[in-house]
């Protein structure tokens, strides 16, 4: 199943995009944090076919830092290559596909951000981007072990059935699976955080924002107000 994927946003609308995913953001409930720190991944073992793939160190200017305020350059360039961008852009698309809520991360722009978040040159996004590139080597690797063919190339079942392997914690127990589950639970965590920090994924969640309110200020609601108590009576 081959995907195309043409970028659609701009390096200056990325960058901000960057620094909203650095914030935590609730989905659900739920917190899902893009920069947080990761504990340290268990040795490589053999049986697992983790490529461990090395790469240099993004040095450079950070975003801010860009001493040519008349003319003003881009921080840094970007990590992924054309095959890799459209690999991402289908993992968007099985994480966060379009439903009659709104349309797939993949429809506005996450593998973009996602792209322009593991090659920015700070310790956290760098520690992603060793794990992002090599998951997406080792998917490669796993569709040609299984199907003889590369993870674009396999079709949705065959892509499923390898997601399928890695998309939940307990494989992690799973020594052959280990580092690919880390891979996806990182994955999944940038795919989400970048559409829940997107305009689209803002309306999803149902945040709106600075609106001024006509007449009276209502006051927070019952439920808010029994939590709060609750709270204030355990601090007591």
């Known amino acids: 199943m081959s995907i195309l994927y043409n970028s659609k946003i701009n390096r200056r609308d990325g960058l901000k995009w960057l620094g909203a995913m650095t914030s935590m953001v609730a989905v659900g409930g739920v917190l899902v944090a893009c920069d947080t720190q990761e504990p340290e991944l268990p040795p490589v073992q053999e049986v697992s076919h983790w490529p461990d793939l090395k790469f240099d160190v ?29 690999m991402v852009a289908r993992l968007c698309d099985i994480i966060c596909p379009t439903d009659d809520r709104g349309p797939s991360a993949t429809d506005v722009g996450v593998p973009d951000v996602i792209d322009e978040w593991i090659s920015a040159p700070y310790s956290a996004q760098q520690r992603d981007r060793v794990l992002i590139l090599n998951g997406l080597q080792w ?16 079709s949705e079942i065959e892509q499923i059935q390898i997601i399928d392997d890695i998309a939940f914690e307990a494989s992690v127990t799973n020594s052959e699976f280990e580092h690919a589950v880390y891979f ?41 107000m029994a939590h709060l108590e609750q709270i204030i009576a355990k601090l007591s």
């Open 58 to 86: 993004i040095s450079g200017p950070k975003y801010g830092q860009d001493p040519d305020m008349v003319n003003p350059t881009t921080p840094w360039s970007r990590t992924l290559s054309p095959e890799q961008l459209n």
């Open 139 to 154: 998917l490669d690797d796993e569709a040609r072990q299984r199907f003889e063919k590369t993870f674009l190339m396999a």
């Open 184 to 224: 996806f639970a990182k994955m999944r965590s940038l795919v989400l955080g970048g559409y829940f920090t997107s305009p689209e994924g803002i309306i999803d969640i149902g945040y709106i924002g600075n609106v001024p309110i006509i007449g009276d200020y209502p006051g927070p609601t019952q439920e808010a």
